[in-house]
Every structure is written in structure tokens, then in C-alpha cells.
């Protein structure tokens, strides 16, 4: 029988528990006899404890323990890295040392009956340190740019410079060019749900209901800290209340936890203030670009180079795809490009949603718009001119690419044909409008993956899957795909994700979740149909477990991508200089889409992240001491209700057999990647001013 769902815009199965409160989070796993804990953090930016007077805290009313480096266990601290960790430097090894290397690192952790008592003794307990004044402005003449270790390998995924033809000399010689710097200020995540850990220890084994993008990279990380297999660690994470991206590592909060169970032999319940989520939980890095663009008068490119530089800590080198995109989005016989760390006194970055690529492309498609002004060309007609039969950069033919459909689509239904092209020429009344577009891309990532599917006697199924489910709706999708892979209603089977013992799968980022856990679900089902055909019905159930990856045969021989194009509307209050996105509408190839309104929901929710990130977002630390100083919801900015206009997103035909069974893209990441951008060059139309830094700001566009 053939259900046919996949496709079909059905509503979350998981809905109903999330709003009558059964889904249940990290911090809602309470145990029987918990203790709560707080973290103290340093209040220094860099340097050394000098002393903690712990005997006053002690004597409070209900305090269980107060930890410090002097009473901490030693920890082996075993050599663990995952794909997801910075492959140069050494995680933080919390509480082992009287070191403080940023703002807020852990330096003591204190535990107590109730949260109320923790949270009294920890404001109780005083610090004292030998401070030296941190270095944590990019821009700070005494920051020095490093090539990244792992760039500097000859098969780097991110290689730190990457170069063809003579793209200098081009520049040079180019008739028409554009070289600007750009800069993107930090950001932090801020999902709804904070980072929070439940532990409790059963002699050697540990459980933790802990939020987590990567519960069997937790449970490997943890197992390799405390010194113990793997198999003792349990992690436990059915829902997770946004994250995009900063619960893809394990910080050291969960560690804290785990010792602080430990010591007090009771379970834990640790919960991260938003405050402590502005430091220890990961940050897009604030990054630097110098991006130039050589052309002939009719618009077809001659040169380019990218040059970009990222902050990072000194313990760590955090990398990200910043320079990536460079090398195949347009078609040029002359490319180089540079990427370049900056050591500071802060904690390590992290991935956050659209990581590299929505950096770097705000870079390109400022300065491919920069450039259509120059050359009297529609900023659409110059990409067309501009468009690569194959990937340049690789030299091989993409898996598809629907970039100019993307284009071609939302230019119709947004009404850029009535846009007048002038600067400053359109209004509504006193208020100045402007329209702008820019191209998106993320790459078709695949990563080996794991399920287990069952066929119960009742003539339902149960498909398992250590996988995760941040909000874009991973319980609906894979249900769909096991359905109709098993031929039976979505609700005869039950999909189950989040616990560390079911089989192993990728991260839940970098959009790879569809096609990863998505292909190994599809892998599975047929699996256990296989062995229900080989074993008569005798009342037992079916059980079959299979794994699912790309071909590296078909990897090596085509570039995978998706591809998108954004098209964004402001309005410009002249005489005081707001800025009101009105309204924006994307494009995007992404293969097959398997549930349409979910799909429009990721949509949305990227485009309202890159709305944050071009017109409010920016984390500022205090130079003297490294502190956030905008670490609460009243001074970070973020889109709310009132600010979000009509979204709109629509997906363009697209088949390909290569990237995976399923013929899926990701889509997550690349909602997002354009939206910046498209504002940025929209506020460029409505004010005829450029404005080349993130996020843009009032004074930004009033006139001098």
C-alpha cells in the first residue's frame, strides 16, 4: 500500500505535547532528592584566582558544596574531538586551574537544596584575582592574524587560501571594480530554551537530560572527560527549545553538572542564566572582509578576491566556512582567497545558523550590488551574466543548481520589475523605500547515519534514531519518510529521537539532518520489510537496523549545493533614520521537499534570523575587562512580533538523483544566508547609502 505522504503539508505530530506542556526539556527531567547548581563565573577577563573565601557561602542556609580548582576532581580529560570541535587547540578544561582566559569562564560552582539558595550563596561568594587587561577587539592594532593549523592541510575542508588564476593582476587591470571592507558584528544564539543539565550517577554510570544538538557526541565527550567508556554515559534530549547551532558542542556546563552529582551524590539540576549564555555557550564571531570584484563594462567578471578574517580564542582555533562560497557562486577565471584567524581573550566561537556562508555572503552580494550600480546593470541581469556552467572552483559539474530559477521565481511574485533603479527615487509618502536581492547558497551536506525500524504485531511501527529535533520539525519529516517507506498511515508509526542508546547519528546542524537521518530511516524501513518477507507472522516483533551514506564515487564527480534568492523591501524614516523591514520573499532549490509547510516554517524563521543579524543583533564587550555589556534581552536586539512583516518563501522544481536517495537538499542553513544582505542593498536603494558594517544602525543612515 502506498500512502503517499511525503510531500504533503501535514501538521507536527508532536504538536499537541508541545502545547499542552508534555513535550518535555532538559531542565523538566527533575529526579527525586535533586540539588540545584550555580555557576560563578570569573569577573575578570583574563588572568589568574588569587583566592575564593568559600568557608562563608558553606555556612548558608542550605548549601550541599561549593567547588572550586582547589576541591575539584582531577579529571582525565581524555583526547576527544568531533568533527564539530575546532580541530586545533584544547577544549577548556573546567576547574582544573586557577587560569582565567575570558569573561565569565567557570571558577566555581555552587550547589544547594533549592535553586533560590544556590542562586543567594553564589552571589555571596567572593573572588579575588591577579587581573591583566584582555584583548578582545578584532580591530585592535595589536591582534594578530594566524593562518589557521587546519587550513593550512592539503585536503582542508577550509582551506585558508585557495587561488585561480591571476585574480591580483586581473583586479588590477579590471575596467570597472569595487573593493570594499566588510564587517559583521558578534552575535550570540539566544534560542528560548537556555542551555541546562540534569545529572545523576548510578555508581559508574552517568545519565544526562541535557539539551544537546549531538547526544552521542555528548556522551562521547563526557565519557572521555571523566575517564569512562562510553557505554556508562547516557544522554537524554527528546526536545530542544531552539538552539541554532550553540548546543552542537558539549560546554562545560554539562561537565560542572556531572562533578557537582558527583561530589554531592545526589542528581544535579543545572540551568544557564541568559546572562551566561552571552559567554559560555559559543558566539558568531565578529569577522573582518575585504572583498574586491574586477569587470569589463558589460558586466561580466574579471577578478575576485575574498579576504576575511575571523576572531577566535587563544586555546582554541574555531574555523568556519567564511570564504567558501567565492570560488563557484559566479563565474570568473580569477579568484583568490584568504582566511585568517584572530587569537583574543574570549571564549571559543561557535557555529550559528548559516555559519560562514551567511558571513561571507553578505561580503559577495554587497559587493556584486555595489558593482550593478557602477555598471548601470539590473543587479539580477549582472548574476545572470555571471552565471557558471559548472563550479569553477572544484572544476565539476553541480548536482543541479536552480540559482537563476530562484531568481527568475521570486523577482516575479515580489514586483521587482516595478522597482526604479535610482537611489532615493522610490517613497511612500515622507518615508524613503528601497528594494534589494541577493543570491544565497549552502552547501548539500551528507553525513553517515543510523535507525532502527521495528513492525510490531498490532500492525504499527517504531522507528528509533539518536538524532535531535531543535523546532524545524524532525519528528513530522521522518515520520513521513518512514510512513511512506512502509506503506502505512503517518499515524501507525511512532518516531522516537533524542537518547544517546538509539543508533548513532549526525549533528542536528549544518542542515544535513533530512538527508542524513532521513536516507538512513528510508534504509531501514526497506530493511525490515525484507526480513518481515523472510519470517512468517508469529506474533513477534520485526526489528532491523541499517545505516545509510553518500556515495563517494558520486561525491568526487559532482559539487552539491542548494541555492536560493532573496528579495527584500525597507522602508527609511529621512528625517530620524529607522529602518522597518516591510516586507521579504525568498526562493529556493532544495531537491524534493518533504513537507511544504514545514519547509516554509524553516523558511521563515531563517529570514527573520538574517533580519536580526542586518538590523539588530550585536554583542559589545567591554575592552577593559572582556564583558558583555548588552548580555540581557533589553539591550540585544531581536526581531520581535511588532518588527516581523509579511514572509514569504516558495520553492522552485528541482530534481536530483545524486545527492541522496531522497533526493533532498538541506535547507535550514540558507534561509538565512541571503537575508542580510538583500536588506543591506535595500536600505542602499532607499537611502543611497552604503553602508558596509553589521548590523546597520540609525546613525548609520542619517544624513550628514
Not at 573593493?179 to 540534569?198: F, G, L, Q, S
Request: glycine share 8%; net charge neutral.
Amino acid at each position: 500500500m502506498t500512502t503517499n505522504v511525503i510531500g504533503k503539508p501535514l501538521p507536527r505530530v508532536d504538536g499537541r505535547a508541545k502545547v499542552t506542556g508534555a513535550a518535555r526539556y532538559a531542565a523538566d527531567f527533575n529526579q527525586g532528592g535533586q540539588a540545584h547548581a550555580v555557576i560563578v563565573g570569573a569577573t575578570v577577563g583574563l588572568g589568574r584566582v588569587t583566592g575564593i573565601e568559600t568557608g562563608p557561602v558553606e555556612k548558608m542556609p542550605g548549601v550541599v558544596a561549593v567547588i572550586t580548582h582547589r576541591n575539584a576532581p582531577r579529571l582525565p580529560y581524555a583526547p576527544h574531538k568531533s568533527y564539530i570541535d575546532p580541530a586545533t587547540g584544547e577544549r577548556l578544561h573546567v576547574l582544573q586551574d586557577d587560569h582565567v582566559r575570558f569573561y565569565g569562564q567557570p571558577v566555581a560552582i555552587v550547589v544547594a537544596d533549592t535553586l533560590d539558595q544556590a542562586e543567594r550563596a553564589a552571589a555571596a561568594l567572593r573572588i579575588s584575582y591577579a587581573a591583566e587587561r584582555p584583548l578582545v577587539d578584532p580591530a585592535d592594532p595589536k591582534a594578530q592574524p594566524v593562518v589557521p593549523e587546519a587550513g593550512k592541510q592539503p585536503d582542508a575542508r577550509l582551506p585558508a587560501d585557495t587561488a585561480r588564476g591571476s585574480a591580483d593582476s586581473a583586479l588590477a587591470d579590471a575596467p570597472v571594480k569595487v573593493d570594499e571592507i566588510y564587517e559583521i558584528a558578534r552575535e550570540n544564539h539566544n534560542p528560548m530554551e537556555p542551555h541546562a543539565t540534569v545529572a545523576a550517577w548510578n555508581g559508574n554510570r552517568l545519565t544526562l537530560w541535557s539539551k544537546s544538538q549531538f547526544v552521542v557526541n555528548e556522551q562521547a565527550e563526557i565519557a572521555a572527560v571523566f575517564g569512562l567508556p562510553p557505554e556508562n554515559v547516557q544522554v537524554i534530549c527528546p526536545f530542544i527549545g531552539g538552539a541554532f547551532g550553540t548546543s552542537l558542542r558539549t560546554w562545560p556546563h554539562v561537565t560542572l553538572a556531572a562533578i557537582a552529582a558527583r561530589q554531592v551524590g545526589r542528581p544535579v539540576k543545572l540551568v544557564l542564566t541568559r546572562k551566561q549564555m552571552f559567554f559560555m555557550t559559543g558566539h558568531r564571531p565578529r569577522t573582518l572582509q575585504r572583498m574586491a570584484l574586477g569587470a569589463t563594462a558589460d558586466g561580466k567578471l574579471t577578478s575576485i578576491v575574498h579576504e576575511g578574517t575571523g576572531e577566535t580564542s587563544r586555546y582554541e582555533e574555531f574555523m568556519e566556512a567564511l570564504t567558501s562560497v567565492t570560488s563557484f557562486l559566479y563565474s570568473t577565471p580569477n579568484v583568490r582567497t584568504r582566511y585568517r584567524l584572530l587569537p583574543l581573550d574570549i571564549g571559543t566561537p561557535n557555529h550559528m545558523r548559516g555559519p560562514g556562508e551567511a558571513s561571507g555572503v553578505f561580503a559577495l552580494e554587497c559587493a556584486v550590488d555595489e558593482l550593478s550600480y557602477k555598471l548601470g546593470i539590473d543587479p539580477i541581469d549582472l548574476r545572470r551574466r555571471n552565471e557558471p556552467a559548472i563550479d569553477e572552483g572544484e572544476n565539476k559539474p553541480f548536482s543541479s543548481r536552480s540559482l537563476m530559477k530562484c531568481h527568475d521565481l521570486a523577482a516575479e511574485r515580489f514586483g521587482w520589475s516595478r522597482r526604479v533603479p535610482e537611489p532615493r527615487s522610490m517613497r511612500d509618502g515622507r518615508l524613503l523605500v528601497g528594494m534589494g536581492v541577493a543570491s544565497a547558497s549552502y552547501p548539500a551536506f551528507h553525513a553517515p547515519a543510523n535507525a532502527r525500524a521495528r513492525l510490531l504485531p498490532d500492525g504499527t511501527a517504531e522507528v528509533e534514531v539518536a538524532a535531535s529535533d531543535m523546532g524545524p520539525g524532525t519528528y513530522t519529516s521522518m515520520t513521513q519518510i518512514a510512513a511512506e517507506t512502509l506503506g502505512l498511515p503517518v499515524e501507525r508509526v511512532r518516531f522516537s529521537l533524542g537518547r544517546s542508546d538509539y543508533p548513532p547519528a549526525p549533528s542536528h546542524g549544518g542542515s544535513w539532518t533530512m538527508a542524513s537521518v532521513g536516507s538512513a530511516i528510508r534504509a531501514a524501513c526497506l530493511a525490515v520489510q525484507q526480513e518481515a518477507a523472510k519470517r512468517p507472522q508469529d506474533g513477534r516483533p520485526i526489528e532491523a537496523t541499517a545505516s545509510a551514506q553518500r556515495d563517494p564515487d558520486v561525491a568526487a564527480r559532482f559539487s552539491m549545493h542548494s541555492f536560493g534568492a532573496v528579495f527584500a523591501e525597507v522602508a527609511v524614516d529621512p528625517d530620524v533614520g529607522t529602518i522597518r523591514l516591510r516586507r521579504a520573499m525568498g526562493a529556493y532549490g532544495i531537491g524534493r521537499v518533504v513537507n511544504p509547510r514545514l519547509a516554509r516554517s524553516q523558511c521563515i524563521g531563517g529570514m527573520i534570523g538574517g533580519m536580526g543579524m542586518a538590523l539588530m543583533e550585536r554583542t559589545v564587550l567591554d575592552p577593559r575587562d572582556g564583558r558583555p555589556v548588552n548580555a540581557h534581552m533589553a539591550d540585544y536586539l531581536l526581531p520581535v512580533n511588532l518588527d516581523i512583516p509579511q514572509l514569504e518563501a516558495h520553492f522552485v522544481e528541482e530534481t536530483d538523483p545524486h545527492v541522496n536517495a531522497l533526493g533532498v537538499k538541506g535547507l535550514g542553513e540558507i534561509a538565512l544566508v541571503g537575508m542580510a544582505p538583500a536588506i543591506a542593498n535595500a536600505v542602499f536603494h532607499a537611502t543611497g547609502k552604503r553602508v558596509r558594517s553589521l548590523p546597520i544602525r540609525i546613525e548609520d543612515v542619517l544624513t550628514v
